[in-house]
């Protein structure tokens, strides 16, 4: 597995501080998917209400609290497919 992968479920387990409610999906450009759902952070691909796109620099600084996702959203650092209510629960976590 990627380290990016591996760094990014640590990360969103720690944010996360449990489980969500939802599903959702986070497709790092060139690494993979990490999933988030009731179960908690998995590296995965499976399908999914909502799925995040964006580049590893992105996604790395989203994780590191540098930019936020809604900025990322609106500038097009981050593409949102599907239920945007689970992006916004999601990025209000994050934030």
């Known amino acids: 597995m990627s380290d990016i992968l591996?760094?990014?479920?640590?990360?969103?387990t720690e944010?996360?501080?449990g489980s969500f409610d939802g599903?959702?999906?986070?497709d790092i450009e060139g690494e993979g998917?990490?999933?988030?759902d009731e179960n908690g952070v998995s590296i995965d691909d499976g399908d999914a209400d909502c799925t995040l796109t964006a580049d590893v620099d992105t996604f790395q600084s989203m994780m590191e609290g540098?930019?936020?996702?809604t900025a990322a959203f609106m500038t097009g650092k981050l593409k949102v497919d599907g239920d945007m209510g689970q992006a916004?629960?999601?990025g209000a976590l994050l934030a």
Request: aromatic content about 4%; some cysteine.
């Open 88 to 90: 916004m629960k999601l």
């Open 15 to 17: 944010k996360l501080d």
């Open 66 to 69: 540098d930019l936020n996702p």
């Open 6 to 12: 591996n760094a990014a479920v640590t990360a969103l």
């Open 23 to 26: 599903n959702l999906k986070f």
């Open 33 to 36: 998917c990490v999933r988030i």
